[in-house]
């Protein structure tokens, strides 16, 4: 194996712990290891599932699948206003409660033999109770999973009483972009779809920047900050206990790589425009026609200090990647909201939204729709490669991958997973001795 030190400077240098060693292959492509992730990770972690704006009034739910989870939770808010989720199966006979995947109810009703639930979820009623023997109202309620809310974004744990509280989990990483104005933003738009690879094949994808001046060329190539050599190197890169983070700088003189100029206006959309109206005559149009019709304005200064937390000019936007599968891209005027959510150990679900602040012109609408098809086509040409990379992957031909020094986080997700399955497989060897004893 490779484990050459990294030099002082250096992003790899500055995590030591995580060496610069060849990262197998193996948990790509191995249908027990992700048994294992399931167990040990998916169903004993925070699992970003929605926002609140989802479910605004009382009565209002979402039901959402988490195949590595092995289960269909209800989110719902009930009539305190106070958001709770539940698995969705009766108590009776395992029938699911909620049909469809939105709603609004005063009740929950099994379709099957009627027994009612109330928004918490409790046994309000069963059809001839007379006939059961000895039941218990208390005793039967919908099995509850932990649900909280971290800015606006609403997490599940399947465990009920979780080793970490939410904010436990959330602040230590990103306490310094709470702030950040995701309550005045709306989904713009949004695509889902299932990809025939390794959840962390796809992720690993989306939190590195190596590879955008190559699959992106076509697209947003010309937008980056580019090295010497021709790749995007990062401004700064974080890594914590679970998450990480990646700041990543534009090139100020293109619509896409100066997201600021829509709403800011001014000396920031002249640079952009300078040679976008030459280059890209289309998205200088849209820019021109979006200036000044957004509802809500971001200044720079009035972002939290982790949002551009290097306060580079160029500044392009950070990634935020939320142990284990959430990723959250934070620009100056909108943001991104991915989840690869596991569906085998070769199949990931993944859903893709994103926010904007409302547009009040119609030429802001057209500013959006043209967004919309850049970011569709960004988006496609990184799903472009990750088939083929499973595909490659599972020949077994090469059995590790060798990263530089640009792709720490992707280095991070693997010791940070590693570490989690040793230590919860190590608890469960010493649970049964201590039973014993």
């Known amino acids: 194996m490779i484990n050459t030190p990294a030099p002082e400077g250096t992003l790899t240098g500055r995590y030591a712990e995580l060496g610069t060693g060849l990262i197998p292959v193996e948990p790509y492509i191995s249908a027990d290891y992700f048994a294992r992730e399931k167990a040990h990770i998916f169903k004993k972690t925070w699992l970003q599932v929605g926002r609140v704006e989802e479910i605004p009034e009382a009565g209002d739910y979402f039901v959402k699948t988490l195949a590595a989870c092995d289960t269909e939770v209800i989110v719902v808010r009930n009539k305190q206003g106070r958001i709770s989720a539940m698995h969705n199966v009766c108590s009776h006979r395992l029938n699911q409660i909620a049909y469809e995947k939105t709603g609004h109810t005063r009740k929950f009703f099994c379709k099957f033999h009627g027994w009612a639930y109330d928004l918490d979820g409790n046994l309000t009623g069963v059809p001839d109770e007379k006939c059961f023997f000895g039941l218990s109202h208390a005793d039967y309620a919908l099995t509850r999973v932990a649900c909280d809310v971290w800015q606006g974004f609403i997490f599940v744990n399947m465990d009920p009483k979780p080793a970490l509280s939410l904010d436990e989990f959330m602040k230590p990483m990103y306490g ?68 990480r983070r990646l700041s990543l700088a534009g090139n100020q003189k293109s619509v896409y790589g100066n997201p600021k100029a829509v709403t800011s206006g001014g000396a920031a959309a002249s640079e952009a425009l300078s040679d976008a109206s030459a280059k890209r005559p289309i998205a200088a149009a849209a820019l021109r026609a979006g200036i000044g019709s957004a509802r809500h304005a971001f200044p720079l200064d009035a972002l939290p200090k982790g949002v551009n937390w290097t306060k580079s000019p160029n500044w392009l936007f950070d990634i935020n990647v939320v142990f284990p599968d959430f990723y959250l891209s934070l620009r100056p005027n909108y943001c991104q909201a991915y989840n690869f959510r596991p569906i085998a150990h070769n199949k990931t679900l993944l859903e893709a939204r994103v926010y904007y602040p409302e547009m009040t012109t119609p030429g802001g609408r057209f500013f959006l729709e043209y967004m919309k098809v850049a970011l569709r086509d960004v988006l496609l040409e990184d799903l472009s490669t990750l088939e083929r990379t499973q595909r490659a992957a599972e020949t077994g031909v090469k059995k590790f991958m060798i990263l530089q020094d640009n792709e720490l986080l992707v280095r991070h997700s693997y010791h940070v997973i590693e570490r989690l399955l040793a230590e919860a497989e190590a608890e469960a060897k010493v649970q049964p001795v201590a039973a014993a004893a």
């Open 176 to 243: 310094d972009v709470e702030g950040y104005p995701f309550d005045k933003m709306t989904v713009g738009f949004a695509w889902e779809t299932v990809v025939d690879c390794n959840w962390k094949l796809a992720l690993d994808a989306f939190q590195e920047a190596y590879h955008v001046a190559y699959v992106h060329g076509n697209s947003i190539a010309d937008a980056i900050d580019k090295s010497e050599g021709g790749s995007m190197p990062p401004l700064d890169a974080l890594c914590g206990e679970f998450h």
